[in-house]
């Protein structure tokens, strides 16, 4: 929740929250330790993230793409993300990693971040998402900010340590309530574009939906701790 709530609310994120750097207080308060390795995030990309973190619960891939320029992580200037050679659309390829599918021609779905044998405890693990695109980014154009590496990281490595004490554990659960604030009070043009559709589309009210705790389309949030 700590995590969440300064990439969502303060845009001012600790990026290297290792076991470490935590020291337990009592039962409700953990401080962090070592300030050495800080990250801003960018108003705008903060929205686009709030966003993308509902349309990945609910599994909307078509809608990931705009949300991934908007986070600055695709290149905004190409209408086709692919590079040349590669056929399949960036939006079927993240859909197809996600769902645990193998590639067009492969034999067996490699092993996995997060093994699992269903696409919903797939999109419930940060981790799996930072991995697949990873391997999305040899296939198309990506421009990641320098910083964004750093605040993956951060994700990964709390995700990992919540991880082992508690196998149910939703990094997507934890963070929906602070994305929600964030997309239904944008501060930017693209923070109120992705509000826009969120209310007027299915796909979008459908997010929405699930990140107000009510169900709905895609069901990738699935059960398990670290609801917020």
Known sequence: KCLAMQLMTDGFIHCDPHEGNLLYLNDTHTALLDFGLM???RPDHQ???ASGV????????EALVPIFKGMGILDQNREDLRRPGVTETFAAALERCMSGETEPGEGATKTKLVQA???ADRR???????EELGDLALNYYFVIPSYYILVMRAFVTLEGIALSADD???MYNVAAPFARRKILNPKTAVGRAFLTKALTTAEGRAAMAIGLGLGGAGGGGGGGGGGG
């Open 124 to 130: 419930r693990a940060f981790g799996q998402l930072y």
């Open 54 to 61: 509902l349309n990945i619960m609910a599994g909307n891939y």
């Open 47 to 49: 929205e686009a993230m």
């Open 117 to 119: 044998d269903d696409g």
């Open 39 to 41: 990250a801003t995030m």
């Open 168 to 170: 149910d554990f939703n």
